[in-house]
């Protein structure tokens, strides 16, 4: 067993830090400042043209 | 009077909602498996970390400290598979849930519109109203398969089914109350940041009336005002009650309607509220090279260092009541001792464990503001600067100086954030002893540093991956090496594995002065490096 796989220092850790990470990853998926896609090509009659 | 509008073709209205899916569809997979895999991986684990009775025992014990109560939420049914899964994971799992919706619900609605996207779609047949619930529809698609997947997934895993629809209905609904809860947001404020930032504040304030509502019993109602709250209340696998799912339902279905409501009273790229059209101009720190980047860094640095600071002054307010009870508990004591965690029970023993995981966001947070010194040079903005009669040196010294800077601010303020938790709560732990334990890990930052600057001057485009070589790259190592008992020199390939646990212990000066040599050269060589390529752009 490692320092770090000890159940008091894994909940401690995993505890305060998995909320933070969790908020941390949701941002990383969602950049602020940045369109939520970009145009590929347009597509004749279409409302909307291709996103990706 | 009032005039009717046309019926919206339905092509229209099948188009937009196409480019809603698209919006969101990569993040909302992603999201989606991050949660699903988290809850499997734990709950077809269960078997094997509750095999030995001694951890079983422990983690019983453990669950039931207020500290990790307040942090995990109220144990329940930790004796099965099923509820040990949603204790362990499902607060995690609700949050990560709970953020994505708000991100990529303002994103897809008030984003799209402040870019001026919106104009041209609502010129067509296709109205605010129902643009912005097609949006909302989409995005609330997610959440609600992300249930489905959830109670499939905990089935599938052996664990009770009325149990696992609990749980699935009361995570996906949280989702769906979130993305109503930013919908609405971003019809009130006319602006993306404000309105992210206004549901965000509500997640946070409704999840710490959870966690006070878990670690104070006489506040356990408050739980009520809150969707973590009604999630822990519905009590997966133990309780199994329906009527706090149908509050969060009767939450979104509210918010739903107040979205609407919202849409119809307000003008494109306009809110309820009016917004601020100018600022007085910023104009501090534009005198010279040292004082932009040290401007360039405020920013990033103010967000850091609340991230930070708030985590290790939680970890402050939880040392005593954590290290008073390993004191009692002399069973979890021996395992700590036989960890190699002999002094977890004193709070500077606790103190020295914690520290040690400092450098990986403080190393990380030195690559990152290397890496934007690249990407300024990448997007030409530093041309103009290199255009100058400014040497290279003293160009990316500015950087370095403000960087390290930053850096020793963050971990200066990790030890007082850690001393006020202790203080506060009543522990003994003096500041100069928590100063000394996060300045002992500076060390293992500077060779992020040194290895950030190597790279800009000799492979600028992996910046950010050399650079958190040695704080995120050497922790991993010393994980794994210790867990599969690999060979000494292995292990000690690791810069954390030559860190004293300070405050418990004084400073290994030769270490310390090993790794800053190190870190030195590895800037030294990437200035030469700088000095003699080309620019980017």
């Keep these: 067993m490692n320092r770090w796989s000890f159940v008091v220092v894994r909940e401690v850790i995993a505890g305060i830090g998995g909320v933070p990470l969790a908020a941390v990853v949701a941002a990383a998926l969602c950049p602020a400042g940045r369109p939520s896609g970009r145009v590929s090509g347009g597509a004749p009659g279409s409302l909307v043209g291709k996103w990706s | ?537």
């Design chain 2, 1 to 537: 009077m009032s005039i009717d509008s046309p019926p919206v073709p339905a092509v229209a209205g099948r188009a937009v909602t196409r480019l809603a899916i698209r919006q969101i569809r990569r993040s909302g997979l992603i999201v989606t498996g991050l949660i699903t895999g988290m809850t499997a991986l734990v709950a077809t684990t269960y078997a094997q970390v509750m095999a030995d009775p001694a951890a079983a025992g422990s983690l019983a014990a453990l669950a039931g400290n207020p500290a990790i109560r307040t942090l995990f939420g109220e144990p329940a049914g930790l004796d099965t598979a099923g509820g040990f899964t949603v204790w362990r994971v499902g607060t995690v799992t609700a949050v990560l849930l709970g953020a994505w919706a708000i991100l990529a619900t303002t994103r897809s609605t008030r984003g799209e519109e402040d870019s001026g996207r919106w104009d041209i779609l609502l010129a067509g047949r296709v109205r605010l109203r129902e643009a912005v619930l097609r949006h909302l529809a989409a995005v609330m698609v997610v959440p609600a398969v992300t249930g489905c997947l959830l109670a499939g997934v905990l089935i599938a895993s052996g664990t009770p089914g009325s149990g696992a629809v609990i749980h699935g209905a009361g995570t996906g609904l949280l989702g769906v109350v979130f993305v109503a809860v930013a919908a609405l947001a971003a019809q009130i404020f006319p602006g993306r940041p404000a309105a992210t930032g206004t549901a965000v504040a509500v997640l946070g304030v409704t999840l710490l009336l959870r966690m006070m509502g878990d670690g104070v019993t006489a506040l356990g109602w408050i739980r009520w005002l809150s969707p973590f709250g009604l999630l822990a209340l519905s009590g997966p696998y133990v309780h199994n009650r329906v009527l706090p799912l149908v509050l969060l339902l009767a939450g979104a279905a509210a918010c739903t309607v107040g979205v609407l409501a919202a849409a119809d009273r307000r003008e494109i790229r306009g809110g309820l509220v009016a917004a601020a059209t100018s600022r007085r101009p910023r104009l501090g720190l534009l005198g010279g090279t040292q004082a932009f980047a040290v401007r360039r860094v405020l920013r990033p640095l103010t967000g850091w260092a609340i991230g930070i600071g708030a985590y290790y002054l939680l970890i402050g307010l939880t040392a005593v009541s954590v290290t008073g009870f390993l004191t009692d508990n002399p069973a979890m004591a021996d395992q700590a001792a036989a960890a190699g965690l002999d002094a977890l029970g004193d709070i500077a023993g606790f103190a020295a464990v914690l520290f040690a995981l400092l450098a990986m966001p403080v190393g990380g947070f030195t690559a990152v503001r290397m890496g934007a010194f690249v990407a300024a040079e990448n997007d030409r903005r530093l041309t103009l600067l290199a255009a100058q009669p400014i040497s290279r040196i003293r160009l990316i010294g500015a950087e370095l100086t403000a960087t390290v800077g930053a850096a020793m601010v963050l971990v200066t303020l990790a030890g007082l954030a850690t001393w006020c938790g202790v203080t506060l709560i009543g522990g003994d732990f003096g500041v100069v002893a928590a100063l000394r334990g996060v300045w002992n890990i500076l060390p293992v930052v500077w060779l992020s540093v040194g290895a950030a600057v190597f790279a800009i001057g000799w492979a600028p485009r992996w910046v950010g991956v050399v650079g958190g070589v040695p704080a995120t790259g050497g922790f991993l190592l010393l994980v794994v090496a210790e867990s599969v008992a690999a060979p000494g020199w292995v292990r000690n390939l690791s810069p954390f594995a030559h860190l004293a646990p300070v405050p418990l212990a004084t400073v290994d000066w030769t270490a310390s002065a090993v790794m800053t040599g190190l870190a030195v050269l590895l800037t030294v060589v990437g200035f030469a490096g700088y000095r003699r390529r080309d620019l980017r752009s």
